[in-house]
């Protein structure tokens, strides 16, 4: 009996700390600041080393309004108008993916930091370790009942029948 509530224990908290590292350690790929000037309609892009389902983040202080695109492949995976301080994420769905900064009708003095997250072992990590918790949990209830069956008491240790 003592057996099973170590072993409950030990995957509970192995389980706990997979979670942990699922949701707050996220590896950096790419990171680059840019202080640029804008034309008025003017379009600058930029590629950025992103693959399918990594996290772009994109934030900055522009003195007009531009729009940001995210565009992986041929497809626009976030579209946003944005004027002054901006913090704008989205998650690329394919490889070779752009940031676009698209100028309005006026000039536009930007700076932007972009930055790329990879979160593809993300959803793997969290749903083992949630796997392990549900198996210790499911020990700890086996070891709990175990323990107030009438059937045993414990006596020095050991487990002996009444």
Known sequence: MRKVLVLSIIFILVGLIGIALGTIYVPLIYQQ??????????VI??????????????????????????????????????????SVSSIAKFSHTYITLEGGNFPVNATFTVVVYNTSFRL??????L????????????????????????????????
């Open 33 to 42: 600041s840019h202080s640029l000037t804008i034309g008025d309609k003017d």
């Open 131 to 162: 796997f392990i918790e549900i198996i210790g949990i499911i020990l700890l209830g086996y070891n709990i009942a175990l323990a107030r069956s009438k059937g045993y008491r414990s006596r020095k240790g050991k487990n002996k029948r009444l």
């Open 45 to 86: 892009s930029y590629k950025l080393p992103a693959s399918s389902g990594d996290e772009v983040i994109a934030k900055g202080f522009t003195s007009n309004p531009i729009t940001i695109l995210l565009i992986s492949g041929i497809k626009v995976d976030g579209e946003w108008e944005v004027n002054g301080t901006f």
């Open 124 to 129: 793997p990590l969290i749903s083992f370790s």
